[in-house]
């Protein structure tokens, strides 16, 4: 049984290429609860595996297997197996991806509700799987068949509109942060990696319908527009940026450092954050 409480306040958002050998223990050494394996991982689930093996107490949840890509009974397989190793510390999360990377992607929301239909017929319990969502249908899905909706890429705008959606399930949204010596060569560095998404349209579609303007995506983001979704360039900016989602209905954040010094950034904001002190 897993429950909302067990994912803390505070977690750490890597790709799975990022979660090398030792990153998980000092993350959860650094005080963060729940560990976010990133991308599309493979249905064995190799990654999350290490992650829990390295780690004693923290959650660990995937963020996000992709349904276009994993099959659902392999997945299943995976969590029971991992689930009995390491009870009550594994939620599986799952999404329909970008229809810019899946050119089969039809009917997400459907394949969503057959994927997790699988699921129940496998035995993952509702409680430890949760969903990617953005739009309403989604996060109304998240709500009713899962432990609650993981969101990436999105505002505090849209997390206290997806609170009301959600109602009491699980709310963990997603946000990076850049931390560098000024405001400029963070948000470099931040411009670079949002490229990629500020090509996908659902991204860019649900950052448009909570206040962004079209002109915000010229050049690689505005710097309003940047700062908002890369909290930096210091560690006091990247807590204002998890407060901001949390005063607007989060449960938990998911913090991913996107500079080449994960670790150390994540020191940083757990400082700040208090973490180690506790």
Same mark, same amino acid.
């Given at each position: 049984?897993?429950?909302?409480?067990?994912?803390?306040?505070?977690?750490?958002?890597?790709?799975?290429?990022?979660?090398?050998?030792?990153?998980?223990?000092?993350?959860?050494?650094?005080?963060?609860?729940?560990?976010?394996?990133?991308?599309?991982?493979?249905?064995?689930?190799?990654?999350?595996?290490?992650?829990?093996?390295?780690?004693?107490?923290?959650?660990?949840?995937?963020?996000?297997?992709?349904?276009?890509?994993?099959?659902?009974?392999?997945?299943?397989?995976?969590?029971?197996?991992?689930?009995?190793?390491?009870?009550?510390?594994?939620?599986?999360?799952?999404?329909?991806?970008?229809?810019?990377?899946?050119?089969?992607?039809?009917?997400?929301?459907?394949?969503?509700?057959?994927?997790?239909?699988? +699921? #129940?017929?496998? *035995?993952?319990? &509702?409680?430890?799987? /949760?969903? @990617? $969502?953005?739009? %309403?249908?989604?996060? =109304?899905? !998240?709500?009713?068949?899962?432990?609650?909706?993981?969101?990436?890429?999105?505002?505090?705008?849209?997390?206290?509109?997806?609170?009301?959606?959600?109602?009491?399930?699980?709310?963990?949204?997603?946000?990076?942060?850049?931390?560098?010596?000024?405001?400029?060569?963070?948000?470099?560095?931040?411009?670079?990696?949002?490229?990629?998404?500020?090509?996908?349209?659902?991204?860019?579609?649900?950052?448009?319908?909570?206040?962004?303007?079209?002109?915000? +995506? #010229?050049?690689? *983001?505005?710097? &309003?527009?940047?700062? /908002?979704? @890369? $909290?930096?360039? %210091?560690?006091?900016? =990247?807590? !204002?940026?998890?407060?901001?989602?949390?005063?607007?209905?989060?449960?938990?954040?998911?913090?991913?450092?996107?500079?080449?010094?994960?670790?150390?950034?994540?020191?940083?904001?757990?400082?700040?954050?208090?973490?180690?002190?506790?």
């Amino acid at each position: 049984m897993v429950s909302r409480q067990q994912f803390g306040t505070y977690g750490v958002w890597l790709p799975e290429g990022r979660w090398t050998p030792g990153t998980a223990a000092v993350a959860e050494r650094l005080g963060y609860q729940t560990l976010w394996i990133g991308g599309s991982p493979a249905a064995e689930l190799e990654g999350v595996e290490a992650v829990l093996n390295e780690t004693e107490h923290v959650m660990v949840a995937t963020g996000i297997v992709n349904i276009w890509q994993a099959d659902p009974v392999e997945v299943a397989a995976s969590y029971l197996r991992i689930s009995d190793d390491h009870p009550g510390r594994f939620v599986v999360g799952i999404g329909s991806g970008h229809r810019e990377a899946t050119p089969h992607r039809v009917g997400p929301l459907s394949a969503l509700r057959d994927y997790l239909d699988v +699921f #129940d017929a496998e *035995g993952v319990p &509702a409680d430890a799987r /949760l969903l @990617a $969502a953005l739009g %309403d249908k989604t996060l =109304a899905l !998240a709500a009713d068949r899962s432990i609650g909706a993981h969101p990436y890429l999105t505002t505090p705008a849209h997390t206290a509109h997806a609170r009301g959606i959600v109602g009491d399930a699980l709310l963990a949204p997603e946000l990076k942060v850049s931390l560098g010596r000024d405001a400029a060569s963070a948000r470099a560095v931040a411009r670079d990696y949002l490229a990629r998404y500020f090509r996908l349209e659902n991204y860019v579609n649900a950052l448009k319908r909570f206040g962004t303007d079209e002109a915000a +995506f #010229d050049d690689g *983001g505005s710097d &309003a527009l940047v700062d /908002l979704v @890369a $909290a930096n360039p %210091d560690a006091a900016a =990247a807590v !204002a940026g998890i407060e901001s989602h949390l005063a607007a209905g989060a449960d938990h954040v998911s913090v991913q450092p996107i500079g080449e010094d994960a670790l150390g950034d994540l020191e940083r904001v757990a400082d700040t954050l208090g973490l180690t002190q506790e």
